[in-house]
């Protein structure tokens, strides 16, 4: 039994090239990106309402820390430095944590600095912070 091989260029060489699965992969990402971009804005309206909330009353004696226009701090009437500024509080409010401290500060004070004395009530260990801002009543 004899077989015969032929070893001859036969083959043809294929210069085309298959797109189907590149098609198919761009099409795959074409709905990927209609998919997410509507939701990858960031810019949404939002119209807050204004609170006309009642007030809550007050303490019989509330604590009151103001923030000047130059920064220092002052509780009630007396300004008080910032090295004696724990001390000073924990005197006010007889050693008790859980007084509320009404916070109150001018317009010309910065974000930051009030950011930073919210930090110092924080390191002393007041977390009952209420902030103090003029009530508007509503109108027409």
Excluded: C
Aim: aromatic residues 4%; negative net charge; charged residues 20%.
């Amino acid at each position: 039994m004899a077989a015969k091989l032929q070893h001859g260029d036969d083959l043809e060489q294929n210069h085309e090239i298959n797109v189907t699965p590149f098609i198919d992969v761009i099409l795959v990402l074409l709905i990927i990106f209609m998919v997410a971009a509507p939701l990858a804005t960031v810019d949404i309206a939002v119209d807050l309402p204004a609170s006309t909330a009642q007030p809550q009353p007050r303490p019989e004696k509330p604590i009151y820390l103001t923030v000047k226009n130059d920064l220092s701090l002052a509780i009630g009437d007396a300004v008080i430095p910032r090295d004696t500024f724990g001390p000073t509080l924990d005197q006010r409010a007889n050693g008790d944590k859980e007084t509320r401290i009404f916070l109150r500060a001018d317009k010309a004070v910065p974000y930051g600095e009030l950011m930073e004395v919210m930090n110092l009530l924080r390191g002393a260990g007041y977390l009952k912070v209420a902030l103090v801002g003029l009530e508007k009543t509503p109108g027409p």
